[in-house]
């Protein structure tokens, strides 16, 4: 399936913008994406995900907004921009600051679910925080339980993944689902 396969119509031309935005030189920033229909078990359930490989750079994490942002508008998922974008911020921040090596992130939708994934190489798991007044840091994880329906980590052969979920409202109309695939 291609990108345009998913792809809305009147998204306020968003899509079309970030379609031209582009990784420098030397970054490898890969598309897949799959849509998957019943067949495994999953009957009745649909499912559709987007992975990208970045370079563990700071300015990964503005890469890493822009494409949860265009993702979700090729998905018809703009209600769910603001807060994904946000969160998958946040988790690519603690990729880049703390791990080295590639950073890979993950959006999946599944029944009406949004789930995304940061891996990166460091099999240190996150722990949450409790700022203080006066700390400058510390509160991305708060942010990602806060906002998050949920979240968590598991260390991995290469590294780790912390993921966190956000159920998505329904579109509008009768017997619409979230996502409307083939």
């Not at 935005?21 to 998957?36: F, H, L």
């Not at 950073?103 to 798991?125: F, H, K, N, Y």
């Not at 329906?149 to 260390?155: D, H, I, K, P, V």
């Amino acid at each position: 399936m291609s990108r345009d396969a998913v792809c809305p119509a009147g998204d306020g031309g968003e899509v079309e913008r970030l379609r031209g935005w582009g990784a420098p030189d030397g970054a490898r920033v890969a598309d897949d994406v799959t849509a998957i229909l019943a067949g495994n078990g999953l009957v009745g359930s649909s499912m559709v995900r987007a992975t990208w490989t970045l370079p563990s750079w700071p300015v990964s994490v503005t890469w890493a907004r822009h494409l949860v942002r265009g993702q979700l508008l090729l998905w018809s998922m703009g209600q769910a921009c603001d807060v994904a974008e946000l969160l998958a911020s946040e988790l690519v921040t603690n990729a880049v600051r703390h791990a080295a090596g590639l950073v890979l992130l993950t959006l999946w939708v599944v029944d009406g679910v949004l789930r995304c994934e940061v891996g990166d190489g460091s099999q240190q798991l996150p722990v949450l925080h409790a700022a203080s007044d006066d700390d400058e840091g510390w509160r991305g994880l708060a942010l990602v339980e806060e906002l998050s329906q949920a979240w968590g980590s598991a260390r991995t052969r290469w590294g780790k993944v912390v993921w966190f979920e956000l159920e998505l409202p329904c579109a509008t109309g009768p017997g619409r689902e979230v996502i409307t695939l083939g």
